[in-house]
Structure formats: C-alpha cells, structure tokens
T-cell receptor, first 117, second 113 residues
Framework: AQTVTQSQPEMSVQEAETVTLSCTYD???????LFWYKQPPSRQMILVIR??????QNATENRFSVNFQKAAKSFSLKISDSQLGDAAMYFC??????????????FGQGTTLQVKP | KAGVTQTPRYLIKTRGQQVTLSCSPI?????VSWYQQTPGQGLQFLFE???????NKGNFPGRFSGRQFSNSRSEMNVSTLELGDSALYLC????????????FGQGTRLTVV
C-alpha cells in the first residue's frame, strides 16, 4: 500500500522569504501523480501544484515549485516570496495512475504554515 | 462555472442517529469521491462513485455508504452514528477520476453528541 509522510507538523516563514515543505512517499508503482493541496481556515482544499511521475522536469506554478526526486521518493514544495495569504495547512497527496485505483488520493498528515508579517 | 457544493455545511447529530450528506459536483464531472478529515486520522478516503457505480472503497465500516444519481450528484450516509464519526467530510469531483484534477467542496462539519 502507498503511504505519504510529512515530517514537519508546523513551519513558519517571514513574509517575502522562501520556505520549503517536505514530503516523502512510499510506493511500488512506477506511474503516479503527486500533488500539493492548500487548506486555508475556510477548510476548502485548493490544488497548488501537480507532478506527473513520468516527467523529470519539476512542476512550477508562479511562486510555487516542487523538487521531485523519484528515486528518493521525495516531493518537496518551495514557496517563494511568501505572502500572508499563503498561511494554511498544506497536504501532500499521492494518486496512482492505474485506472483500477481511480481517483483515490492518499494524503500526508499535513504541515501548518505560518507566515509572519 | 459553479464549484463543488456540499450541503449542509454544519450538522449536529446524536449518537445512534443516521445522517445523509450531499455533494453536487462541478457540471460535467462524473466522478465524486468522499473523504473524512479528523485531527487524529487526517484525511482518509471513503469511496468514489463514477456514473452511478462505486468504483473504489476505503477501509471504513459498513455503516458508511453512498450513492450517486444520474445527474452525478452524490450522497453519503452514515448509520448508527458514533462519537468518533465527528469529522469534516469532504467531497471532491473530477471529470473521470484518474488522470484528471480533483476539485473539493468546502465540506460538511459533522458533530456527533
């Protein structure tokens, strides 16, 4: 079975600085997707960034980028120029690319990010 | 385009009762998944429906069930509620499940007293 681990329950960053959130996962599959979701106090999960395992190039979305290390099964999220609105809980998630596993997402325990003004 | 809508947003029930939660997916989306979020267990997958059929199920007791209608709207039901069922229940919709993005609703906060 696949597992996702986020070892940092809480992180803090100064506004405008850069912060990196860590995520490791375990799987025997070769084809899968990895995601970072943001959950603000409103509780709605918002997709931040997505990475396909077959792509070597790291995904980037504006101030958000990932460092995907497939061999090490590591998938970290870097937030540049942190803003107050980035404060939230961040979840790393795994989804198999096998159609038999459908849309099931496996989540890590989450990292609460505090942004200090 | 309207997002994923979950109703009700908040619910208080008594132990032993049953409850039904509703999820209306984004128009055109045929896959609906349900997740339970608690402080202790985190986010756990309950089940997924696609075109009115349950495609995948998580490791939850039979008290948790769901269904999907022809318009893709989905309901989940929990019978004989226990205190431990208190949680935020999140619904996610996607075009077809695998290989497509999942968009989440704002959740239903269920409190069992």
């Amino acid at each position: 079975a696949q597992t996702v681990t986020q070892s940092q329950p809480e992180m803090s960053v100064q506004e405008a600085e850069t912060v990196t959130l860590s995520c490791t996962y375990d799987t025997s599959e070769s084809d899968y997707y990895l995601f970072w979701y943001k959950q603000p106090p409103s509780r709605q999960m918002i997709l931040v960034i997505r990475q396909e395992a077959y792509k070597q190039q790291n995904a980037t979305e504006n101030r958000f980028s990932v460092n995907f290390q497939k061999a090490a099964k590591s998938f970290s999220l870097k937030i540049s120029d942190s803003q107050l609105g980035d404060a939230a809980m961040y979840f790393c998630a795994y989804r198999s690319a096998s159609s038999s596993n459908t849309g099931k997402l496996i989540f890590g325990q989450g990292t609460t990010l505090q942004v200090k003004p | 385009k309207a997002g994923v809508t979950q109703t009700p947003r908040y619910l208080i029930k008594t132990r032993g009762q049953q409850v039904t939660l509703s999820c209306s997916p984004i128009s055109g989306h045929r896959s609906v998944s349900w997740y339970q979020q608690t402080p202790g267990q985190g986010l756990q997958f309950l089940f997924e429906y696609f075109s009115e059929t349950q495609r995948n199920k998580g490791n939850f007791p039979g008290r948790f069930s769901g269904r999907q209608f022809s318009n893709s709207r989905s309901e989940m039901n929990v019978s004989t509620l226990e205190l431990g069922d208190s949680a935020l229940y999140l619904c996610a919709s996607s075009l077809r499940g695998w290989n497509t993005e999942a968009f989440f609703g704002q959740g239903t906060r269920l409190t069992v007293v």
